[in-house]
């Protein structure tokens, strides 16, 4: 693992600003301390509390110049060419004085050559200096590095308790897996979290390692995280896209050259048919973390920057890979007919280029109800593996989802003419039968009697089904889907 040459090359490349982001500040300074030696330039380094220092020699400058402005002034002024490392400088970008300053050095590189190296653990470079800056990312450890790091942290422990750790080794495979992302020094850390609670390394450790991983990770509330446990047994129908997932899920955790790994999914189709729990079961039955984007945030949060944050998201993702990615509702964030359309247009072009280049191990599920405001180039073939269209569920499945919700709230459904009550629920969502199942027990609840199929057939008569209210949205949907689509079940 070296970034030694790579860094060099960067400062050597005449680039006048770079943007170092990384949870390790030490090693990256270190970095520098090595590379000053070799570049012909001075290294300085700049802390808001120290002001200017010689980065090879650690003693303090004249003039240390403590004030950001002043700071940047000097370097602007500065008369010999030279390397100036910023430490956490991100809070001071917020001030145009600053981002103006940063821009003129930037500016005169070709007569007066002065690079600024910003290095903090998270930078949002403003878009006046995109053009003048290249991002640095310092190596993580491969997968190897981190197998060592994980054995190593398992014979401290035997050395300590004079035992073994006890180790499932699937379980040890899918941690090393895990722990990508993270540095060397977050890797031992969560490995010995993982080994030192019980001196075992099974299954259980894997969802408390990945949301100690998450929290490291994720510090924008951008991303959700869940741990999901959702089964495909749980979920009425679905059973085409439950073999399609079965089919991959070996290629998606272990690629093979002669398969294209799996990229992501659509889930298109009627309000509460389950989506959501379909995205969640993705998860579920690769046994792999789901992370849900919000672009509510991403919009509200972020007015101004939510390109630059979406990216930031994706990369969060990455970190956390394996995993499924789902974007819930994705055409509210990328519909290009309202007054933003700039904005979408930019989230879209950011997010097709990210699937068209993105790591493996991230599965986006992506779930949507409104064809109208969904962007062509996103369905366009190849874009994602397949487009699957959840319809309302037919007789089978409206019986199984009646099975689903009785026995979730404690009555057994061969008490229950379930057969019956599916025949008779032609049109209903699955929301609409769990919420007939609701009901129904609180009117059984009322009467203090249990519940029986009459309470059920009284709530059926009773409700008017969305596919009914919204008759031609329905077909609409139906009709556009018959020809684009592959059924769920
Ligand atoms: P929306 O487009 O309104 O978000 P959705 O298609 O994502 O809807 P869900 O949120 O997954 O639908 O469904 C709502 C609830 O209805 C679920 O939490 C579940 O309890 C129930 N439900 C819907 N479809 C099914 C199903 N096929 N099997 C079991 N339960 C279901």
Known sequence: MSDQPDLEAVLRSRTPIVALETREERRALDLLRQLANRLPWPVYKWTVTEGLTSLAFDFALEGRHTDPVAILRHIRDAARPGVYVLVDFHPFLDDPVNVRLLKDIALRYDTNPRTVVLLSHALALPAELD???????????DRQTRRRIVLD????????????????????????DNLSGLTAAEVRRLAHKAIF?????????????????????????VLHFEYATERFADIGGFSRLREW?????????????????????????VQGCGKSLAARAVAGIWGIPLLRLDFATLYNKYHG???RNLRKALRAAEAMAPCVLWIDEIEKGLSTSDNDAGTSRRILGTLLTWMAEQA???????????????????IRKGRLDEIFFVDLPDRAARKHIFDIHLRKRG???LHFSTGELARETEGFSGAEIEQLVVSALYAAHARQAPLRDADLRAEIART??????????????????????????
């Open 131 to 141: 053009n003048h800056a290249t991002l640095f990312h310092l190596q993580l450890p």
């Open 153 to 176: 942290e398992a014979r401290r422990w035997k050395a300590e308790k004079g035992r073994k750790v006890g180790a499932d080794r699937e379980a040890l495979e899918r941690l090393i």
């Open 197 to 221: 609670d019980d001196g075992v390394i099974d299954a259980h450790d894997l969802p408390r390692l990945m949301q100690a991983k998450y929290e490291l990770i994720n510090q924008d509330g």
């Open 245 to 269: 997932l079965e089919r991959r899920r070996s290629a998606f955790h272990d690629p093979r050259p002669e398969l294209d790994v799996p990229r992501g999914i659509l889930l298109l189709g």
């Open 305 to 307: 920057e939510t390109e």
């Open 360 to 378: 493996k191990g991230v599965f986006l599920v992506a779930t949507a109800n409104d064809i109208q405001a969904l962007p062509p180039e996103l």
């Open 411 to 413: 009555a057994d459904p």
């Open 464 to 489: 008017r089904p969305l596919s009914v209210v919204m008759a031609e949205k329905v077909a609409a949907l139906r009709e556009w889907a018959r020809e684009r689509t592959v059924a769920v079940d």
